[in-house]
């Protein structure tokens, strides 16, 4: 059996306010090429389907789109987790009705996780879970997301006969991996993070949750996401992976982005002299002027001869006497970053580890409303 595993899509994203639907369409019309020519059995969506809980209509119309032409086109059959990002609820909401049709959903942590037999195939999905939900499930008095995980994969393996495969699909954050800048609040703290040691018993793990693609341990795999969600990511090249059960082997297949992202640094005249050269005129730019003094007039500048220009920014540009970020390099920075410099600056003072973990906390009871 040959298993793609793909993760973190956020349809519905927004780069600096531009759209990137007719991007996210342009890699949907690259995974069914691949499909197709590598004979795929099952696609794997490890959460993050969307970029909110409250998905736009342009965005769940896509997606409508994908799953109908996955599993009523091709007859592929679809396994998807919600994320950190997405409404489980919402996901799930007509999960027994599609599932005939090959589309396995699985929204929320009601209820303990059961294996998924594909013909010799055994799957885990694991849905984003926070450990007090997987305490209630499945009563049980677990101190950490190792232990959780443990948990889950002993009790659902417990229940398969007779099969030599077994995948497990979650979407968290593993210790040792590695970030990118749209990976928000991933790298802070640590007591979210799980071992990729939980998935020892397991032929291959389909992770997602850092857009990323690495390897973590013995076919513990982050796919990453199909395209670049920052200027930081644009350096890493963009893939979905195929698990071949019968070989044990992994293959990595690149995504070429519709409109990739380039970034541009120097000062003035270095900038002007590479744009007056020509520009890649489907590319995203992000233009970082170096000068010691940014004026307005350069600003409208490259406003004016890139038309692509996402993102602009200088040492002293945008600068209000009483802020001590530009607003183009606050667009970079993550909500903690942000809170941190505001504190500092209005209170002389360094947030400390309890204030950092209230401010966590209450970051990710928004993103999931």
């Not at 999905?125 to 959780?148: C, G, S």
């Not at 390897?215 to 979905?240: R, W």
């Not at 992976?241 to 270095?270: A, K, R, W």
Request: aromatic share 10%.
């Amino acid at each position: 059996m040959r298993i793609l595993h793909t993760a973190d899509w956020h349809l519905g994203i927004d780069l600096h306010r531009m759209s990137l639907l007719e991007d996210q369409k342009y890699f949907f019309q690259q995974l069914q090429a691949i499909i197709k020519e590598k004979q795929v059995d099952v696609i794997i969506i490890a959460g993050d389907i969307y970029d909110t809980a409250l998905a736009n209509k342009e965005a769940i119309r896509l997606y409508d789109q994908m799953m109908s032409c996955l599993c009523l086109e091709m007859k592929k059959e679809v396994i998807v987790i919600a994320g950190n990002h997405d409404s489980g609820e919402r996901l799930s909401s007509l999960k027994d009705l599609v599932k005939p049709m090959g589309l396995h959903i699985y929204g929320r942590m009601d209820q303990e996780v059961e294996p998924l037999i594909i013909q010799n195939c055994a799957f885990y999905p694991i849905p984003f879970f926070h450990l007090e939900t997987m305490r209630n499930v499945y009563q049980a008095k677990v101190k950490n997301l190792d232990e959780a995980f443990a948990m889950i994969l002993e009790r659902a393996k417990q229940k398969t006969v007779n099969i030599s495969t077994h995948i497990a699909i979650a979407h968290t954050f593993c210790a040792n991996a590695s970030v990118s800048e749209s990976d928000r609040f991933a790298n802070v703290g640590g007591s979210d993070l799980v071992s990729a040691d939980v998935f020892s018993d397991m032929q291959y793990t389909a992770l997602g949750h850092l857009h990323r693609k690495q390897k973590l341990h013995h076919h513990v795999y982050y796919s990453g996401s199909p395209l670049a969600y920052s200027f930081s990511e644009a350096q890493y090249k963009k893939a979905v992976l195929i698990y071949d059960s019968e070989t044990d082997e992994v293959e990595e297949i690149t995504i070429h982005p519709l409109h990739p992202l380039i970034s541009l640094q120097g000062n003035f005249d270095q900038i002007q002299k590479i744009i007056q050269e020509g520009l890649d005129t489907n590319a995203y730019y992000k233009i970082e002027l170096q000068d010691q003094s940014v004026q307005y007039e350069m600003m409208d500048y490259f406003r004016e001869h890139v038309e692509t220009l996402l993102q602009l920014s200088g040492k002293n540009a945008l600068q209000n006497q009483n802020v001590s970020i530009a607003l183009d390099e606050m667009e970079e920075m993550n909500d903690l970053d942000i809170v941190s410099h505001f504190f500092q600056d209005y209170y002389d003072e360094v947030l400390d580890e309890e204030e950092t973990g209230w401010f966590l906390e209450a970051s990710q009871m928004v993103e999931e409303v």
